[in-house]
């Protein structure tokens, strides 16, 4: 059991809310303050310095993208301050954002669908208040569907290992995905950087964020 | 000639024929009320009764406009304005201060007591008469008068049959001589009635005007209801949705075995349709749009494209009515490309430059695509049309297919 973080949550529904409250403790952390707009986030961040946050994107007064225009606020004026985005859609422009705040470290973009498999959703809030990167599968995807012609060069199982790398698995947790060892995970990398002229680098997070700049260019 | 009178004979004929029978039954109805309402005029119950009269010209109007179709010419459109406020107080006020209430009221007068009889006038000259004479060895056989004569359409004694074959001659001679009359009165008397029916100059300036500003409203309440369908799904159906996932993942972690692959597969169906429900709000109205504007939603667009595209994108931030209508036009073409062309690529170039915003769309497909074979494109190129742009579709075949679409329009 990794240890309890601070979180402060926003969301806007009520039934929303009280469910994350749910998974969030049921994973053993604490929900130090839970709110339901961008102004009242802020407030909470500066109160309670807390380990994460979560927000919705979108939130009151306008609803369009309060939640997420808070978190980049907060990013920028405290970039080691981890912050994992839930929105109802896959937009790429969001995580873009996101992505561009601090170096990209101790950020998260999910769509709100996977809060339903909640361990999946426990272990991304790990991986982002420990400083990792997580992006939902789906953005990779489309990011993948957009770049079509070095990727050409990959085999499909290449590109199911380069798709695991973009949303920030570890070699472990991609050996254990794929089903095969964590060395042939190794060889695959080493391949698919090679192909995509990419420099090699051991750390998994930094090859994450290669991996992500190259599918953004 | 002879072909047009064989043409038009038969639709002039039609014309003038029901011209009588309109005219004729007006003249009684007219002079009915036009004599009561001026005997009555003093104890008030006349004055609604004259109103009508003068009214009298709008079911005529509309009528006499429908009836210029036996003529298999367009009917004039109609002529007059919408009221502004419901109510027929509101309409008999407008339709009494228009002018076209008025020709049309000289119309129907020309009609009942001018027009008509001289339809029945024309009718009876040009193919009664000749009839008549061209029957006359007929009458003359079945004729049952003592003196063994026949008084041929009242004009003329006959006697023998050589005097009724002469007679018959003369009318297959005079009825060939007057049906291109026929044909020409019955064309004169169209276009006296489209004369005075049809909305003049300013009139049609002003209908047009209405139609515009009204497609305007449509299309910005048909944006507002978009918005408010794809508002009551998120804060509805989706957050219930993922609640009820949320709900279902809890209760996966403390099941008991036996009711684990049960509420592994609930699980799986509720995030299926969590899935298709997101997919359908993001095509009713995808929230990038408002958030970030039309290059990143245009980048979204192609992100979702099934054939791969290449984006060259460079655009400020506009009305939400021109993003929308762009973003919508760009989502038809793309969508398209996927289903007809055979593309294996395709572009799309955004530019803003003098005022005008031109996005285009190109593939490398078989073209041929025909933007008049209802494809969504019409309707896309209407909801342009209210912005004052334009659609064009080039799509020679072998390709390459491109969509250009350009508004006028100030950046945000």
């Known amino acids: 059991m990794p240890a309890a973080l601070k979180i402060v949550l926003a969301e806007d529904s009520v039934l929303l809310r009280e469910g994350l409250i749910g998974v969030l403790t049921r994973f053993g952390h604490e929900v130090v303050a839970a709110v339901g707009d961008a102004e009242s986030l802020i407030a909470a961040v500066r109160s309670y310095a807390p380990d994460l946050v979560v927000t919705d994107v979108r939130m ?36 873009a954002d996101l992505l561009d705040t601090g170096d990209g470290t101790g950020v998260g973009y999910l769509l709100k669908d996977r809060i339903g498999q909640v361990e999946q959703f426990a272990e991304a809030v790990e991986r982002v208040a420990a400083g990792g990167t997580v992006v939902d599968p789906e953005v990779v995807r489309q990011l993948l569907r957009r770049r079509r012609d070095p990727l050409a060069a ?64 | 000639m002879i072909r047009t009178v064989v043409r038009e004979l038969p639709r002039a004929v039609a014309y003038l024929l029901s011209g009588v029978l309109v005219g004729a039954p007006l003249l009684v109805v007219l002079l009915v009320v036009g004599i009561l309402g001026l005997a009555l005029a003093p104890v008030l119950v006349g004055l609604p009764l004259l109103a009508l009269a003068v009214l009298s010209g709008l079911p005529v109007g509309a009528l006499e406009r429908r009836r210029l179709t036996l003529t298999r010419t367009p009917p004039p459109p109609d002529p007059h304005a919408t009221p502004a406020e419901p109510g027929l107080a509101a309409w008999a006020r407008l339709r009494l201060t228009e002018r076209a209430t008025w020709r049309e009221l000289a119309y129907t007068v020309l009609l009942t007591f001018a027009l008509w009889p001289l339809d029945v006038t024309v009718l009876f000259v040009a193919l009664v008469v000749p009839g008549a004479m061209i029957g006359a060895p007929v009458q003359l056989a079945t004729t049952s008068s003592a003196s063994g004569d026949a008084r041929i359409a009242k004009l003329w004694l006959i006697d023998s049959y050589g005097q009724a074959l002469l007679c018959t001659v003369a009318g297959i001679v005079l009825l060939l001589a007057l049906l291109w009359p026929l044909v020409r009165y019955a064309r004169a008397r169209a276009a006296l009635a489209r004369l005075l029916l049809a909305p003049s100059e300013a009139e049609a300036e002003r209908r047009l005007d209405e139609v515009t500003r009204s497609r305007a409203r449509l299309v910005a309440a048909f944006e507002a209801e978009r918005r408010r369908i794809e508002r009551d799904l998120h804060d509805g159906a989706q957050q219930r949705l993922v609640s009820l996932s949320m709900a279902l993942g809890l209760a996966r972690l403390d099941a008991p075995p036996a009711l684990a692959d049960r509420l592994a597969a609930a699980h799986r169906e509720a995030d299926q349709v969590l899935g298709e429900l997101r997919e359908l709000i993001h095509g009713i109205h995808p929230q990038v749009l408002a958030d970030y504007g039309l290059a990143d939603a245009l980048a979204d667009a192609a992100d979702r494209s099934v054939v791969p595209v290449e984006l060259d994108v460079d655009l400020p931030r506009f009305a939400e009515s021109v993003e929308a209508a762009a973003y919508f036009a760009v989502r038809e073409a793309l969508a398209n490309i996927g289903r007809h062309s055979g593309a294996q690529r395709a572009w799309i170039a955004g530019r803003y430059t003098g005022g005008r915003l031109r996005v285009e769309v190109r593939d490398d497909g078989t073209g041929g695509a025909d933007p008049a074979r209802g494809t969504g494109l019409t309707g896309l190129a209407d909801r342009l049309a209210v912005l004052d742009g334009t659609l064009s579709v080039h799509s020679p075949a072998g390709g390459p297919t491109v969509l250009s679409l350009e508004i006028p329009c100030p950046q945000r």
């Open chain 1, 60 to 95: 009151p007064p306008g609803l369009t993208d309060e939640g997420l225009r808070a978190a980049l606020e907060l990013r920028a004026a405290n970039p080691a301050l981890p912050v994992l985005v839930l929105s109802q859609y896959v937009q790429r422009a969001y995580a």
């Open chain 1, 154 to 217: 990959l085999t499909p199982r290449e590109r199911e290992v380069l798709a695991l790398v973009a949303e920030g698995k570890s070699n472990g947790a991609v050996a254990r995905e794929l089903v095969v060892t964590e060395a042939a995970v190794g060889k695959h990398i080493g391949n698919i950087l090679g192909k995509l002229d990419l420099p090699p680098a051991e750390d998994t997070h930094r090859r994450v964020l290669a991996v992500l700049a190259y599918l953004r260019a």
